[in-house]
């Protein structure tokens, strides 16, 4: 009699974790097309998810305090996909075995400066540094230096700058590694930092950096508490009625970061 009842534990108990496995197992994501219906995971605070319902209308949700829980939420199966700015996503997987970032976009974005309103002087100089440095060979390597696709961003280099004019504001978000973030001698640097110093270097002007909540930045610019901004900044027609941005330095968008 004990022998069949142990026999009909240990089936219960297999049984169980049949069902458990099952529960918790994961289609392997490989291409866009497998994502509708799925369960992403994505900053608290941000617009991601309704930029992915705009595409999988059928998606689900999980929430993290950071980008980069929710893709290690991915990493451990908690979730089939992160979905945030294409090329945050890709930092993260370049520092972090075991995941990928899909080839495919769920939205395209163009990322770029913004200046008051009235400052076309300001937003021509950075229309021009931009058309510069992509001429020149300096924009390919800010494209190596800060976008690796394996390890960590590369070091900040070393940009002489004289202010002879004065001192160039720059307002930024420094959690939008590798366009700016704050790096192991606790400067903010990145991509955005870089393009910045060379406006500022044209304009023969003095940079400073001033770190801020990414949603403080464009009340700080229309203020006037600094002068220009950047951290990975969208254009869109409603931010475009308060600022003017700058010609698109970076093609972008929202992304999806899946187990590898």
């Known amino acids: 009699m004990s022998k069949r009842i142990n026999r009909i534990v240990c089936l219960a108990l297999f049984l169980s974790l049949l069902v458990i496995s099952g529960c918790g197992s994961r289609e392997k994501i490989t291409a866009m097309n497998q994502l509708d219906g799925k369960e992403f995971a994505v900053p608290t ?18 929430y993290y305090n ?23 996503l890709k930092n993260i997987a370049a520092k972090n075995t075991g995941m990928v970032v899909l080839p495919e976009m769920i939205t395209n974005d163009n990322y770029a400066f913004a200046v008051a309103l009235d400052n076309k002087e300001l937003k021509k100089a950075i229309d021009d540094v931009t058309k510069e440095i992509k001429a020149n060979g300096t924009y390919d390597q800010m494209m190596t230096r800060w976008f690796p696709k394996t390890g960590s961003p590369a070091s900040m280099p070393t940009i002489n700058l004289n202010g002879e004019k004065g001192v160039l504001r720059f307002g930024t978000a420094s959690v939008t590694e590798p366009f700016s973030f704050v790096d192991g001698s606790q400067k903010v640097v990145g991509f955005d930092i870089e393009l910045a ?25 229309n203020a006037g508490k600094v002068d220009m901004i950047g951290a990975c900044i969208t254009i869109t027609d409603e931010r475009s009625k308060s600022v003017l941005f700058s010609e698109p330095y970076y093609k972008g968008g929202i992304a999806a970061l899946v187990k590898q």
């Open 45 to 62: 605070g941000t617009i991601a998810d309704k930029l992915v319902l705009s595409k999988y209308p059928n998606a689900k949700f999980q």
């Open 66 to 88: 950071s980008v980069l829980d929710a893709c290690m939420a991915v990493k451990a199966g908690k979730a089939d996909a992160a979905a945030y700015d294409e090329p945050i």
């Open 197 to 221: 110093t060379y406006v500022a270097q044209k304009l023969g002007m003095k940079l400073e950096v001033v770190n801020m909540e990414f949603g403080s930045m464009i009340p700080a610019l």
